[in-house]
Nanobody, 122 residues
Framework: QLQLVESGGGLVQPGGSLRLSCTAS????????IGWFRQAPGKEREGVSC????????SVANSVKGRFTVSRDNAKNTVYLQMNSLKPEDTAVYYC???????????????WGQGTQVTVSS
């Protein structure tokens, strides 16, 4: 089991921005596709975005398309999720996970972080 750590969550007003980071210790994220997921209370875990190992291929959920952008810096062993124009319905715990293919299907990922809370509220 690989250990991933998310950071960058917090409280933001509607229309604001946050950048989440996903890092790892003891192994290189560059060997994996990295997905971002979120789970709101009482709801199923939802795929948000995913980026390939080299960063050339991405997948973005329709619910966040045009507002969220995934990127990675393999030299820094970090994957980012830039979230703009945030809405109250974006409130959730956000997770990053390591996998093999570019997909937003949670079952395709084998190692998960503990999550970071994002709250969008005025």
């Amino acid at each position: 089991q690989l250990q991933l750590v998310e950071s960058g969550g917090g409280l933001v007003q509607p229309g604001g921005s946050l950048r989440l980071s996903c890092t790892a210790s003891g192994f290189s994220l560059a060997s994996y596709a990295i997905g971002w997921f979120r789970q709101a209370p009482g709801k199923e875990r939802e795929g948000v975005s995913c980026i390939s190992r080299g960063g050339r291929s991405t997948s973005v959920a329709n619910s966040v398309k045009g507002r969220f952008t995934v990127s990675r810096d393999n030299a820094k062993n970090t994957v980012y999720l830039q979230m703009n124009s945030l809405k109250p319905e974006d409130t959730a715990v956000y997770y990053c996970a390591a996998g093999v293919i570019v997909t937003t299907t949670p079952s395709a990922f084998h190692s998960w972080g503990q999550g970071t809370q994002v709250t969008v509220s005025s």
